[in-house]
């Protein structure tokens, strides 16, 4: 994964979104598409990307996007992935979805889509709440953060969907981050190169919602990955390959609270928790390096 | 060709023979064998379809959805509470104007869990934009299938078509089914919103106050539109196969001073009932409902009504005496018959005439005074 990729000129995110300031959500999806090209439809459920296109009868966006109800996008995309592949297309077929669509009310439907063998890219790009509403708590918020459902910090754990995702064994998947976009384009395009379900988990950043400020998006996205709180990996047919930039967390990480001591969510968090998510940390490193080292 | 058939298997036959490019299905009591059959139609490579083996119904309506959107030919089936779990997707199929047809097998809802006919299930989805039919044989059945694609799929409709049989009653029972040879009835599938990912569009994004009620107005426009679409559709199967269907299904009713309105198997009840009373000299008549959605205009004017509902909307009646009280000055006398499975005879049926109180609501087997 060291190679600087080719990255195409062509933009598929046009200007005029009506993304946040900083929004990596919209920089992730930027990244996507230039992987995936113009032979692509995105499936997207309720989610900060079904507004961040823009308003009726104007969309920001330059490829064919499916707009579908909240817990619905694997089911559809499997529908619309069939009936590519019956016609004889090789369309990609992409659910794009937020991690409330995906870990929570989504996560059946997704399931099912693996189970089944669909052939299509599932990509969760997750900002840890739900952010179009206004940041309440999903499964993917972190202990500790605070949320407009948790106000004095939510107590219980992140849902490991990439553990539940790997339960499925699919030909491939992977974690990203907005932040690491050459890395991301790689992923994307890999994934495409596979028959069968695959996934990738992105972390997103988001401003509003982590409480920082607007041109920290990418810094937020790289304490992320240096304190080892997210960690970069990919997963081919059950072989798992950790990224160089976790590899080098796994050996030194930055201080945790060099990561949540910006972010007005983690705001007053009390140092208890900190440790609590320190040892999350590194139990998580540890088996991802066993699994690596076994594999 | 001739045989004898479930409705439920009428119904996989005319789908084997329309050759939907995807079907997915989620299995519930009493539409099982509707997709087993598929299902076997496809393992058996008698059907080109993809059979999708979703795992909820809400997930059935979703890869109809995501399936008719690139412009293919797409079916589901489902009953009661399947029918109440894809209600979200529902709304998006018609709101999408995405032509899926869905047979939907009639059956009481929970609790306590009772597997019988009731038609709350599908009225219920009264108001989503589907069009509704309600089939009262093993043949009919058939042929409603077959014409609901068609339908569906017209330009001027390019709405999702539900045909309702009644559980158990219909999708059990066997009868003569004489299939044909559909040739071009159904022409092929062009649908003129599908995905071109060469002219990229998005679809069902940010809608504003100033945008969404066109689309409302777009969908109540094309199923006033259907009317004529269903007529011609009618029309043309009674020529090409020789069986009549109408909105209504009319028998005896030019003379009669008193007419029994019903949908489903009820209202072939009714028919046999109106022989009865007839002998007895009371001019009856049955107009049997068979669509619901686009609701058509009855013919009841100085008629007296007795509407039979297998379904109910509490609070307010049974739905299909409100819907033709919304319609008519005629006097109505409404009877809830049949809810969950109960058993109506024609003998009951006939009773209700016979003892009919104009302007008032009878619950057959609560009350004993009819």
Not at chain 2, 136 to 146: F, K, L, M, R
Not at chain 2, 225 to 235: F, G, P, R, W
Request: glycine share 8%; hydrophobic share 40%; charged share 20%.
């Amino acid at each position: 994964m060291d190679t600087i990729p080719e990255i195409p000129k062509e933009e598929y995110i046009l200007k005029c979104t009506s993304a946040c300031a900083g929004c990596s959500d919209s920089l992730a999806l930027r990244y996507v598409l230039k992987a995936a090209g113009p032979d692509t439809v995105l499936v997207v459920p309720a989610c900060c990307t079904s507004v961040i296109q823009g308003i009726y009868p104007n969309t920001a966006f330059n490829v064919p996007v499916y707009n579908i109800a909240f817990a619905s996008a694997a089911a559809c995309a499997s529908g619309m992935s069939n009936a590519f592949r019956a016609a004889g297309k090789k369309t990609n077929v992409i659910a794009y979805a937020g991690d409330g669509g995906t870990l929570d009310i989504g996560i059946q439907a997704m399931s099912g889509a693996f189970e089944r063998g669909t052939d299509f890219l599932y990509i969760c790009y997750d900002n840890e709440a739900y952010g179009n509403t206004g940041m309440q708590r999903s499964g993917g918020t972190p202990l500790g953060a605070r949320t407009t459902t948790t106000p004095t910090g939510k107590t219980d754990n992140k849902k490991d969907i990439d553990a539940i995702i790997a339960a499925h064994d699919p030909p491939y998947q992977a974690t990203a981050c907005a932040a690491y976009p050459q890395d991301l384009f790689k992923k994307v395009t890999k994934a495409l190169t596979f028959r069968g379900p695959t996934f990738i988990h992105i972390l997103a950043p988001c401003p509003p919602g982590w409480r920082y400020s607007t041109e920290k998006s990418v810094e937020m996205g790289k304490l992320a990955v240096k304190s080892g709180m997210w960690v970069l990996y990919e997963r081919e047919y059950g072989k798992l390959t950790i990224g160089a930039q976790s590899k080098a967390a796994i050996k030194k990480p930055i201080p945790l609270e060099d990561y949540l001591a910006p972010q007005g969510r983690f705001k007053g968090i009390d140092p208890k928790t900190v440790d609590i998510l320190k040892q999350r940390i590194a139990k998580n490193l540890a088996k991802l390096a066993a699994e690596e080292a076994a594999s | 060709m001739k045989k004898i058939s479930t409705g439920n298997k009428a119904v996989a036959e005319a789908v084997k023979q329309i050759v939907p490019a995807v079907v997915a299905a989620y299995p519930i009591t009493p539409q099982t064998e509707i997709v087993e059959q598929i299902a076997e139609f496809v393992s058996s490579g008698e059907l080109k379809s993809r059979y999708i083996a979703v795992e909820s119904e809400h997930s059935a309506m979703a890869a109809c959805i995501g399936a008719s959107i690139t412009g293919v030919r797409t079916f589901t089936a489902t009953s009661s509470h399947g029918l109440l779990y894809m209600h979200e997707m529902t709304n998006w199929a018609a709101g999408a104007r995405l032509p899926i047809v869905m047979a939907n097998v009639n059956r009481s809802l929970g609790p306590g869990w009772n597997i019988w006919a009731e038609h709350t299930d599908a009225l219920q989805e009264r108001d989503t934009g589907w069009l509704q039919v309600y089939v009262s044989t093993v043949q009919e059945a058939y042929d409603a299938t077959i014409m609901a694609f068609r339908i569906a799929e017209h330009n001027d409709v390019l709405l999702p078509v539900m045909v309702n049989l009644d559980g158990f009653l219909l999708s059990h029972i066997m009868q003569p089914l004489d299939t044909v040879d559909v040739g071009d009835f159904v022409p092929p599938i062009q649908l003129p919103h599908a995905i071109d990912v060469k002219n990229p569009t998005g679809y069902g994004g940010l809608t504003g106050p100033d945008q969404q009620f066109k689309f409302r107005w777009d969908i109540e426009r094309s199923i006033r539109d259907s009317v004529k679409v269903i007529e011609a559709t009618e029309k043309e199967f009674a020529k090409r196969f020789g069986r009549k269907y109408g909105f209504t299904e009319d028998y005896q009713c030019a003379d009669a001073d008193v007419i029994i309105v019903a949908m489903g198997t009820l209202g072939k009840e009714a028919e046999v009932a109106v022989d009865l009373l007839r002998k007895e000299g009371i001019k009856a008549g049955s107009m049997r409902l068979r669509w619901l959605r686009p609701f058509p205009k009855l013919d009841l004017k100085g008629k007296q009504v007795v509407v039979i509902d297998r379904d109910y909307s509490f609070g307010r009646g049974g739905i299909l005496a409100t819907e033709i009280m919304a319609q008519t000055k005629e006097d109505v006398f409404s009877v809830i018959a049949g809810l969950g499975g109960q058993e109506v005879t024609y003998e009951d049926v006939a009773g209700f005439v016979r003892k009919r109180r104009m302007g008032e609501e009878f619950w057959f087997g609560v009350n004993n005074n009819v």
